[in-house]
């Protein structure tokens, strides 16, 4: 048990532990203490020491009253000195001082003004000590060489000494002790007054009042001012690299780090903006704007700022007058820095494209090159090109014989595929692809003239993209095997039943997230439906792609001798070769763009055929027809067949149902590649309304909003039972519509399949000299004259191909397309290879029936890489990388080809900010710098974290024109029985395809690709 607490006076307990003092505590009462012989150690109880406390007081006001008794008599006595009757030679009594014990005789002269205190010199290095404040007289000295004392005495105070009467109550007395000399002074400032008053009650000064007084105020303002102006000189010294210009020091601009450097060397600055703002990148930004006004060398935010304006269009004028406000540097200086960036994209460049390509080099001079394919298959080869010439737009015309040595790069490449694979398998770098498109520019002067004329400026942009999905990603055994593509049967470039099924099942997903987003009573379950199309590679597809733009080439690819300069400028940068040997192609790299610049690029390859290695033949490129382009020409056949103005007078027809809703923004085929979203937007809306009207027949409901009769319970349903019934009632409005029937597709698959049994018979009695009868060894070169003696002399039956004659709702073929086309739409988006090559097999079809001649011959060039030309591995690097995710995530891809034009759109866009001054040089300078200044944006966005503007396009509500669609189609009858009075002589697009010519076409591009892919 703890012993009890006893009081030092009264020998009481003391019981509550808070109400009691220790004695060595009280160092302010202790005076009072020793006249009670109080020392420590020891305990006072509450009671003690309020008496004690109390006695204190009394010996303040005894101090104070004889004081103040003092004044009164010095000045009675002042008054009678004053009178006349005063004699000068009377003793004039003496003043005494207000303390007590201890008095200072000072004369009291009305003439001789007060010896001023002196201050006391320092030793050199020596800084001045604090005195010591206090009530009592004297202080003890801090060394002991020197005795000062400090004393004030105050002349008049309240009990309570916070608070001041009036000036003329209050005096101060500065006595002051100096190696035992003692100097006196009466303090007459009212701010030194207060000063003192404050040290005697708070033991120190308070700023803020003494900051009332105007001398005061400028005084600290100077002292401030100076302060600063040494922080603001010593940051702008050459040695300080924190605002630094560099290019690294613009990507990697940190305003918090900016903030803890100010806080660190400019204390003073820092706190009084820290004072002002609330956010910490204002304090960084106000400071910026401060130092560049010091120091224009002082511009790192500046110049991020100018590139940032430029870059977002803002005209020379705007930019000069940002710099006069001190918000960015001056537009030529803008200029300047634009010009150092393209070093920071020259060596993004180098260690990207540059080092993939000399690592397959190095990786490929450590293995010994394989040999050439055989003789026997060269001779097969040059058969087909001895004696003709294949065009690009694949006719065929008779010339030279063909030299068989234009076939050696493409053999060695297809037989290097071994050693491919080795050297992929050693690969550090991500493998690369290569992308362009052409950038037309006009120049229009203001002031026209005979020489100064309009100008018309074609240069190409070249840009590289990093693969997303490599082999590396991709299970072997799923690899297709080795197909040689000259022997393929000509019917597996038709869709078969599997193709049809898949493409069914994607059309349900679809039809089901239609019925989901307009029937009032499915939308509660809408989460029994997957939200998108998931494929194997989905985790890979939505993170970002890397890209950057690598050139811009002064070179237009309208004319061929361009075109064949902007290959060969490609092949050099992107195409892994032996540089120092045979110069031959160790690994083939994809170029990809649209339609036109996939067939100029193939013509100028054709034309240089003739040359005697790799290099020269540009044979390292591989050609893919990318997204965009490919999805406007399907949309312009869609418009070509249905939307027509003479079936205005038709109900349900694009064309009336246009005029329905007023969309004026769709004018038909004319202007869907520079319209494109508002024209299929209004495809996507057709189909919904028919869609939604043929399931509201089938449950006969009224309208979105009312409820089915026979509706099952959904609250005593799982999700899988909901969705099941959904499939269902999804599979109703497909038979309807006629969406599950391919029977046009599957009558040209048969078709086809005859006429390949038919070659075959012709292919087995084939010798080197030509085709010799089997029955009477009479020999044809030509395989019709051959195929004609055998059904002649030996009654042969060949196969008399016919053409579908099917008749099909124009309604019904309209959705077929449209809901492919939204699947090819959506497959690009999800970056689902697999879909993307598999909708190439109808539409290639489709581009066929509609004489497309170009997107034909490329969609089937496209699915001839996939399925034959290239290796396995290659083939699936090929069809899995076709899109690029800009901003990553899930349905965030778009078409490569729509990544390159929104890299010229930019390009474009700043180039016009410059007028009539558009140069090459400039252009090509906005080109090599536009992806640096997005990263110094990019970064500076982080580091304030601005939130990024939304580049999505906002979902607009569109039940209304769906609900006022479907409302009038159902007037009419059955949604699914609606037909187009004035397309009654429509026949299907797949059905217009004559299953020979089709077969001979195929058969003489299967040849093209043998030679030249």
């Known amino acids: 048990m703890a012993a009890a607490m006893v009081c030092r006076l009264c020998l009481g307990f003391i019981t509550d532990k808070k109400s009691y003092r220790k004695i060595d505590s009280l160092k302010s009462l202790e005076t009072q203490l020793n006249y009670l012989n109080l020392t420590s150690p020891g305990i006072l109880c509450c009671f003690c020491f309020n008496k004690i406390n109390k006695l204190n007081k009394i010996d303040l006001d005894l101090r104070t009253r004889v004081e103040k008794l003092n004044a009164e008599k010095s000045q009675l006595i002042g008054e009678l000195k004053s009178l006349p009757g005063f004699s000068v030679k009377a003793d004039t009594p003496k003043r005494h001082s207000g303390k007590r014990e201890r008095s200072v005789d000072t004369p009291q002269s009305q003439h001789k003004p007060k010896r001023p205190l002196t201050k006391t010199p320092l030793k050199h290095g020596k800084s001045r000590k604090e005195l010591v404040y206090s009530t009592s007289s004297t202080c003890s000295p801090v060394k002991s060489e020197v005795s000062t004392a400090l004393t004030f005495t105050l002349s008049h105070q309240e009990k309570s000494t916070q608070t001041r009467m009036a000036d003329n109550d209050f005096e101060v007395k500065v006595i002051v002790k100096y190696k035992g000399i003692e100097r006196v002074r009466i303090v007459h400032d009212t701010k ?468 329905l809703i007023n969309r004026r923004n769709v004018t038909g085929p004319e202007d869907v590649t520079s319209n494109f979203r508002s024209h299929q937007q209004f495809v996507d809306d057709v189909t919904d309304a028919y869609i939604v009207g043929t399931f509201l027949d089938n449950m006969n409901m009224e309208a979105l909003s009312s409820v089915p009769k026979d509706l099952p319970p959904f609250s005593l349903l799982s999700n899988e039972q909901i969705a099941n019934w959904l499939l269902k009632q999804v599979d109703v409005v497909m038979d309807c519509l006629q969406l599950n029937n391919f029977s046009s597709l599957n009558f040209l698959h048969d078709e086809i399949s005859k006429l390949d049994k038919d070659e075959s018979v012709l292919n087995s009695m084939m010798s080197e000299t030509g085709y010799a009868c089997a029955v009477c060894g009479k020999t044809y070169s030509r395989a019709a004259w051959f195929k004609k003696h055998l059904q002649k002399k030996h009654a042969f039956v060949f196969s008399d191909s016919e053409t579908c004659k099917l008749k099909v709702n124009p309604l019904h073929s309209f959705l077929q397309m449209s809901l492919l086309l939204r699947d090819t739409i959506d497959s690009y988006k999800m970056g689902d290879g697999d879909r993307i090559v598999r909708n190439a097999y109808f539409e290639w079809l489709y581009a066929s029936s509609l004489h497309h001649t170009k997107y034909t011959v490329w969609l089937w060039r496209m699915i001839a890489y996939v399925d034959a030309v290239l290796s396995p591995a290659e083939s699936a690097e090929y069809k899995w990388n076709m899109t690029v995710n800009l901003k990553g995530g899930i349905q965030n891809n778009i078409p490569n080809d729509n990544c390159v034009e929104l890299q010229v759109g930019n390009i474009k866009r700043q180039l016009n900010t410059q007028g009539s001054n558009k140069s090459f040089q400039s252009a090509q300078n906005i080109c090599m710098t536009t992806q640096v200044v997005e990263d110094i944006i990019e970064n500076l966005r982080k580091t304030v974290r601005s939130v990024k503007t939304k580049r999505t396009r906002p979902d607009v509500d569109k039940t209304a024109d769906i609900e006022k669609m479907v409302e009038y189609l159902r007037k009419y009858g059955c949604v699914k029985d609606i037909e187009w009075d004035n397309f009654s002589s429509f026949q299907a697009p797949i059905s217009k395809i004559v299953p020979k010519d089709l077969f001979e076409w195929i058969n003489r591009h299967q040849q093209i690709a043998s030679v030249f892919m």
């Open 192 to 659: 030194w007054k207060t000063l003192v008053k404050q040290i005697l009650n708070n033991n120190q000064a308070s700023m803020r009042a003494l900051s009332k007084y105007q001398d005061v105020k400028d005084d600290m303002l100077s002292v401030i001012k100076n302060q600063i102006k040494s922080e603001m000189c010593e940051l702008s010294k050459k040695r300080n690299t924190i605002l630094a210009t560099e290019n690294k020091n613009l990507l990697h601009f940190d305003s918090h780090k900016l903030s803890s450097v100010l806080k660190d060397r400019a204390p003073y600055l820092f706190d009084i903006l820290n004072c002002i703002v609330k956010k910490k990148h204002f304090i960084t930004t106000a400071a910026s704007v401060l130092l560049y006004g010091h120091s224009q060398r002082l511009c790192q935010l500046q110049y991020i700022v100018g590139l940032s304006l430029d870059r977002c269009g803002l005209t020379k004028e705007g930019l000069q007058l940002m710099h006069d406000l001190g918000i960015c540097v001056s537009p030529r200086s803008v200029l300047r820095k634009k010009r150092d960036l393209v070093a920071e994209q020259k060596e993004k460049i180098k260690s990207t494209v540059t080092a993939y390509v000399q690592q397959c080099e190095k990786s490929a001079i450590s293995s010994p090159p394989l040999e050439m394919k055989s003789s026997s298959c060269l001779e097969a080869l040059g058969t087909v090109a001895s004696d003709k010439k294949v065009c690009a737009s694949g006719e065929v015309e008779n010339q030279e014989k063909f030299d068989s040595s234009t076939l050696d790069s493409r053999n060695s490449i297809d037989d290097e595929s071994m050693l491919k694979t080795s050297i992929n398998s050693e690969k550090n770098l991500p493998s690369i692809e290569m992308l362009g498109d052409n950038i037309d520019v006009t120049i229009t002067p203001s002031k026209m003239t005979s020489d100064a004329q309009r100008k018309s400026l074609h240069w190409f942009l070249v840009m590289m993209k990093l693969k997303n999905i490599t082999v590396k990603d991709m299970d072997v055994s799923e690899l297709r095997h080795e197909k040689n593509i000259s022997t393929l049967p000509k019917a597996c470039w038709i869709p078969d039943k599997c193709q049809q099924e898949s493409l069914k099942e994607n059309i349900k997903h679809h039809i089901s997230h239609i019925l989901l987003k307009y029937v009032d009573f499915l939308k509660p379950v809408k989460s029994v439906v997957p939200p998108y199309i998931a494929h194997k590679f989905i985790e890979l597809t939505k993170t970002k792609s890397v890209f950057l733009n690598c050139e811009l080439i002064e070179a237009s690819e309208n004319s061929a001798s361009g075109m064949i300069s902007i290959m060969q400028r490609i092949h050099e940068l992107s195409v892994p070769h032996a540089r120092q040997t045979d110069k031959r192609v160790i690994e083939r790299v994809v170029f990809g763009g649209d339609v036109l610049t996939n067939e100029r690029a193939f013509t100028a390859q054709q034309n240089m055929q003739l040359n005697k290695c790799d290099v020269d033949k540009l044979v390292g490129l591989i050609h893919r027809p990318e997204g965009l382009h490919r999805e406007m020409n399907f949309l312009i056949g869609i418009y070509q067949q249905f939307y027509t103005e003479k079936s205005s007078s038709d109900k349900g027809s694009l064309y009336h149902l246009r005029n």
